[in-house]
């Protein structure tokens, strides 16, 4: 797992931004801009990160705060989790599940502080300074596992 950890470390780090799209049953589809910070410790098996959407141009909210997520991807015990806490109040913990070269997939463990979400999943796949994410979910009112956010990020020179 140490050498998992190095490599996200080594492939999140720095800043993103890049266009998001969200769907699901119970919403109305947007599109969105986001902004996306990974910040490793170099002493220490964390990664801070902070994630923040606005409303796209499409929006009567538009460049308004959407979302807002901030956390960590720690390396404990030989498993690597990422703890999220959302501006909703909802706080997440997430284990890696999956690796394949460039892809992680992170499936919840715990959701708290929001009873409608029953499993929720990230997968990020990077490949150079592109960044591709989606965030797919399992709720009390939608209960087939489906998306729910993709984006695509580009890394900030």
């Known amino acids: 797992m140490q050498n998992i950890f190095a490599q996200l470390k080594s492939k999140l780090k720095g800043k993103w931004s890049g266009d998001g799209f969200a769907k699901y049953p119970t919403i109305i589809s947007m599109s969105y801009k986001e902004e996306l910070e990974f910040q490793p410790d170099e002493n220490k098996d964390a990664i801070f990160f902070n994630e923040k959407s606005r409303y796209g141009q499409d929006s009567e909210k ?15 015990e030989d498993k690597i989790f990422l703890i999220s806490a959302q ?11 999956d690796h394949a070269e460039n892809t992680f997939t992170f499936e919840s463990i715990d959701i708290r502080n929001d009873s409608k979400t029953l499993r929720s999943q990230r997968i ?4 150079g300074d592109v960044l591709e994410y989606e965030l797919n979910m399992l709720t ?7 998306n729910h956010l993709a984006a695509k990020f580009t890394r900030n020179k």
């Open 62 to 76: 538009s460049g308004q705060t959407l979302f807002w997520d901030t956390g960590f991807i720690v390396l404990k």
């Open 87 to 97: 501006s909703s109040s909802r706080v997440e913990t997430y284990q890696l599940t």
């Open 124 to 127: 990020f796949n990077l490949s």
């Open 140 to 146: 009390q009112q939608v209960t087939n596992f489906q």
